[in-house]
């Protein structure tokens, strides 16, 4: 099962509640309608399609979770993502890269200067030496990266990595490829 799927079985609120109500305790059908309010016309159809999907099991003529749902959803996932491109050459860097960028986006900047200087550099790439920049294109460029792209701005700046005059930008800093 994808994650996908997971989710899928799990987005409609009758069946994640039954879901819920069994995972804390329910073990039965009637323990299901009396933990949830719902009546069995609701309850009957949710379990039958969580058993289906592979999240309730019934074990001894009891409801149970699957225990392994989740995590055999995750592995099968990683599974099929297979190997992440390296996105710096040096071993440390890129793990601190890994760690806080996902499908091309920064998650979070990061909270310690090390991590964040690492993260900051990467981001400057996207920038071409000797090319001025208004702050539009600028904020266009790190909204791709982040949400708050004025804080990547500032840090960019305080980093000595961009440098600004009248609200235009140029690369100013960090590693350029040759």
């Known amino acids: 099962m994808t994650p996908t799927a997971l989710c899928g079985l799990l987005a409609e609120s009758d069946r994640l509640d039954v879901f819920a109500a069994v995972v804390l305790g329910a073990r039965t059908p009637s323990a299901v309608e009396a933990a949830t309010g719902m ?16 999240l309730l099991v019934v074990e001894d003529g009891q409801l149970a979770a699957a225990r392994d749902a989740f995590k055999d959803a995750v ?3 990683a ?5 992440q ?23 979070q900047i990061p909270a310690a200067h090390g991590k964040r200087m690492v ?4 981001i400057a790439s996207s920038f071409e030496p000797g090319v001025r920049y208004p702050e539009r294109e ?41």
Not at 138 to 160: C, T
Not at 165 to 173: F, I, K, Q
């Open 138 to 178: 600028v904020d266009a460029i790190l909204r791709a990266w982040h949400d708050d792209h004025a804080a990547l701005r500032r840090y960019l700046v305080d980093a000595g990595l961009l440098s600004r005059d009248n609200n235009v930008y140029w690369r100013s800093g960090g590693p350029v490829v040759v």
């Open 39 to 54: 009546p069995a016309r609701l309850v009957e159809p949710a379990i039958r399609r969580l058993q289906q999907g592979g």
């Open 119 to 122: 993260v900051l550099e990467h």
């Open 79 to 83: 599974v099929q993502a297979g190997p």
């Open 75 to 77: 592995r099968t996932a």
């Open 85 to 107: 491109p390296q996105l710096d050459p040096d071993r440390h860097r890129d793990l601190v890269l890994r760690t806080f960028i996902a499908d091309g986006r920064l998650t």
